[in-house]
């Protein structure tokens, strides 16, 4: 038990340390020693827990998301939901608090365009996971798909806004804009509503 406890905190360490680096840095420009002196590891310790830097990243950016998901609560297509509206709503709300508390990973994650081999994943799990939310709603002209790639793409362009700009408005708004910008044009196309 005391070893998983140290494992994690060495790769802790090392996942912080290569955000700081990222901010500092940009991606490109850091090296593996550069993460294991930030984060006072031995250089060949990082490599019993990692192949590289890529692979470093993308379990952080994977961790990130799976939390979201989890702190989103998002209906599953199979639940009945009274008012779609209130419930995206309340996810952007959500959403943007998250992106607030944790402004560090989404600045490198949206922010720094040598992430792309990160940021592409990412967002096509979140693509397929809302086609699974969106096949629920009565079917329009639109595929489902095209929905989907829409409002997904429509989220990371405000995200990436939001933090361009230094967070502007508080969660509450960004979770208002989110749902009259992107989610009720959307559904009215699907549902026809």
């Not at 550069?34 to 590289?52: K, L, Q, S």
């Not at 709503?89 to 508390?101: A, C, I, M, N, P």
């Not at 096509?124 to 629920?136: I, P, V």
Request: no cysteine; charged share 25%.
């Amino acid at each position: 038990m005391s070893q998983d406890r140290r494992i994690r905190r060495t790769q802790k360490l090392l996942g912080e340390a290569l955000i700081e680096l990222v901010l500092e840095k940009g991606y490109k420009n850091i090296t593996i020693q550069d993460v294991t002196d930030r984060a006072d590891i031995g250089y060949r310790t990082f490599f019993r827990h990692y192949d590289g830097l890529d692979a470093l990243f993308i379990e952080i950016a994977q961790e990130r998301v799976y939390e979201l998901y989890d702190i989103l609560d998002l209906p599953q297509a199979y639940e009945a939901v009274a008012d779609h509206i209130v419930v995206s709503r309340e996810s952007g709300v959500t959403l943007f608090k998250h992106v607030q508390e944790n402004p560090k990973i989404f600045r490198v994650l949206l922010l720094d365009d040598n992430l792309s081999f990160v940021l592409q994943p990412v967002m096509e799990m979140a693509r397929k996971k809302n086609e699974e939310l969106l096949r629920g709603l009565p079917s329009g002209d639109i595929d489902v798909s095209i929905a989907a790639n829409h409002i997904i793409t429509a989220i990371f362009g405000l995200m990436r806004w939001w933090l361009e700009n230094d967070m502007p408005h508080p969660p509450s708004k960004m979770g208002e804009i989110f749902t009259t910008l992107i989610i009720q044009p959307t559904f009215l196309v699907l549902t026809k509503e």
